[in-house]
């Protein structure tokens, strides 16, 4: 089977032990893990020789969705309209249903995924700081970044990290998030205590984790 012209990365992990694929949901196209001494003629005929899966997965991702006028996109799981308005104030304005971006047609883009970072860095550090105030405890850093396959993550010396992309996702699924990772700063693994921790921070942590796994893809296709 001939697969369509599609982006394919190659990447060596010494600890793989053979060939695997996986489709990269913001690149749309696939990423080859390859065993150190696989060449890369035989990851190519691996790809070839599974084309039918491939073609498969890339026609199950979400359409991509840019950040121009008239496009709808979701700010704390609300659907808001890109409206477009040069001679506006301020760069960038939240409204209930839109988003009033002002300046060149050309700027719109850039101008509202900077203020989609922006709000993620304000809502993600002040949330963290509170949930985290309600265990006594208080993280080292939280920084905010455009993570291909993790949500969030604690690292041993209390760092807090997050998706900006979470900014897109209901406020309830953001506030597992972070209570996930927060629960870390006490509990640093996944065992029964912790699941307990994270469940005196909020209430209906499996529902969000089912929305991520359904939903959670399509974020990465915006912008």
Not at 174 to 187: G, N, P, Q, R, T
Request: proline letters at 7%; aromatic letters at 6%; glycine letters at 8%.
């Amino acid at each position: 089977m001939t697969m369509p012209e599609t982006k394919v990365v190659y990447r060596r992990s010494p600890r793989a032990r053979r060939l695997s694929l996986r489709v990269d949901v913001r690149a749309g196209g696939i990423v080859v893990v390859m065993p150190k001494r696989t060449s890369e003629a035989a990851a190519a005929d691996f790809v070839a020789r599974n084309a039918g899966w491939v073609m498969h997965q890339l026609a199950k991702l979400p359409q991509s969705r840019s950040f121009t006028p008239g496009d709808e996109i979701p700010v704390l799981g609300l659907p808001r309209l890109i409206r477009h308005e040069p001679g506006g104030r301020g760069a960038v304005a939240l409204e209930t249903e839109a988003l009033r971006v002002s300046g060149g047609l050309e700027h719109v883009p850039r101008r509202v995924r900077d203020f989609l970072k922006t709000l993620a860095r304000r809502e993600m550090l002040s949330r963290a700081l509170a949930t985290a105030a309600r265990l006594g405890r208080k993280p080292t850093r939280v920084t905010v970044r455009d993570t291909a396959t993790r949500w969030g993550s604690c690292s041993p010396a209390g760092a807090l990290s997050f998706s900006w992309r979470l900014i897109l996702a209901p406020e309830w699924v953001l506030d597992y998030v972070i209570a996930h990772e927060v629960a870390h700063l006490k509990e640093m693994n996944h065992g029964p205590r912790f699941w307990a921790l994270v469940h005196t921070l909020v209430p209906e942590p499996a529902k969000a984790r089912a929305w991520l796994s359904r939903h959670g893809g399509a974020l990465h296709r915006y912008g």
